[in-house]
Every structure is written in C-alpha cells, then in structure tokens.
C-alpha cells in the first residue's frame, strides 16, 4: 500500500471571514480609541484657557482665614494642567460615550440597543449628580478637617493639595455613583439576581462603607459617611428596579 502524499486543507472562507472579522474590530477599536484621545486632548487645551475660574470656584469653599499658598516654582502650572486634564475629559465626554455607542451597536439586538441609550443618559446624570454632592459636602468636610487644627497653628493648604482632595473627592462620588448602572447591567446579563442580591444586604452594606471609607480622602465621617448612605440608598432603589423590571 503506499502512503499518498497528504496536502494541508484550503482554510474555507467561515475561518477566513472570522479571521478578518476580528482583525477589522481590533482595527475599528484602535481608531475610535484615536478619535477619542484626540477629542480628549483638544477639549483639554480648550480647558487650560478656562483653568483659572475653574480653581477659583474650586477654592469658594474654603473659609475666608484659610490661606492658600504655593510651595513649589511649577507647583501652579501642575495644578493647571491637572484642572484642564478634568476640564476635557469632561467636555469630551458627549464624544466619548458616542464612540462607545458607535463600536458596541453593532454586535447588540434591537431591544438590547433601546437599553444603551438610558443607560448612557443614566449613567451620566448620576455622575453630574455625584459631582454636584461632592461640591456641597466639600465645604463640610475641609470644615471638619481644619476643626482639627492646633492651637496657634495657622492653616495653610499647599494650592496642590487642596485641588487634589477636592478633586478626588468630586471624582469619588462620580464615579461611585455609576454603581447601580454597573449592578442593573450584571442583573439585566443573568450574572446577578434579585433574590441572590436581597439575601446578602449585609454583606453589601458592609462592601459599600468599607468602600466609601478607601475612595474619598481623608475625611471617614462627612465623606464616607454621606457617600456609603447614597450608594446603600441607590442599591435598595436598583434592587427593587431589578424586581420589578425582571432579567
């Protein structure tokens, strides 16, 4: 019997569609990941010629005593590139969320497509509403944090470290309050339930201030405290819209 040469199978056009199907998403994601560092970078310079009123509303806060100083040569113009980098991303954002939309629509269904656009708007009122209540508490917390201040000690706040706590703090409660998108999401796929949800409230309340407490800096009694009791309050409202609404 002799053995006939074996010649290697053609690969069929499925392999070849799905080899250039990846190979077309990968190069679709690298050129919406461009659009939007670009839209983040024009929207940036835009924000550097804004960054003085911007810290300006940033420092109302602070009590008319308490001096703001500058320790270092380039101490401002790092303060001023940091407030313009939180100035685009946040102008870009409207680009931002439309590239997200543009490279995900077209693997959805139809009815999964009419839940991207709430989620989007949800997702971004929630952040402003978060920026609004950080703003408000951050008078309350420097406050209570300069309350301890010693006797004969005049507070003076390094402008670098007071646009670093109130800027992680707006961006803590932002971000903290996409919470309950994230959660609906995990519901609405099948990987979280409400019933698995409802028998583990003490475990979440638990998560939520032990969170609360690492995110927001420095203050674990207005901050936290206000932040844990927001999020716990947004969980039980999403629970109930996971109730009600079903997978």
């Known amino acids: 019997m002799s053995d006939a040469p074996t010649t290697p199978e053609p690969m069929s056009a499925s392999d070849d569609e799905a080899t250039m199907s990846l190979l077309e998403h990968l190069e679709e994601l690298r050129r919406r990941i461009i659009i939007v560092a670009f839209a983040i970078l024009v929207a940036a310079i835009g924000g550097f010629f804004v960054a003085e009123p911007i810290i300006a509303i940033l420092r109302a806060p602070l009590p008319d005593d308490v001096e703001v100083?500058?320790?270092?040569?380039?101490?401002?113009?790092?303060?001023?590139i940091q407030v313009a980098l939180m100035t685009g991303l946040a102008l870009a954002m409207p680009v931002i969320l439309f590239q997200v939309w543009a490279f995900v629509t077209p693997g959805l269904t139809r009815s999964e497509r009419r839940l991207v656009w709430?989620?989007?708007?949800?997702?971004?009122?929630?952040?402003?509403?978060?920026?609004?209540?950080?703003?408000?508490?951050?008078?309350?917390?420097?406050?209570?944090l300069l309350g301890f201040s010693l006797p004969g000690v005049e507070p003076m706040l390094r402008v670098a470290d007071y646009i670093g706590f109130v800027t992680t703090m707006l961006l803590a409660f932002g971000l903290s309050l996409q919470f309950p998108v994230v959660l609906y999401i995990l519901a609405r796929i099948g990987i979280l339930s409400y019933a698995f949800l409802s028998r583990r409230r003490r475990f979440v309340a638990l998560g939520i201030v032990m969170f609360a407490i690492v995110i927001t800096p420095g203050d674990i009694v207005i901050g936290s405290a206000t932040l844990a009791l927001v999020m716990y309050g947004l969980f039980e409202a999403t629970l109930q819209l996971i109730r009600i609404l079903g997978r």
């Open 118 to 144: 709430p989620l989007l708007i949800a997702a971004i009122a929630l952040f402003v509403a978060g920026l609004g209540l950080g703003f408000l508490l951050i008078p309350v917390a420097v406050n209570f």
């Open 69 to 80: 100083i500058q320790t270092g040569v380039a101490e401002a113009f790092g303060v001023t």
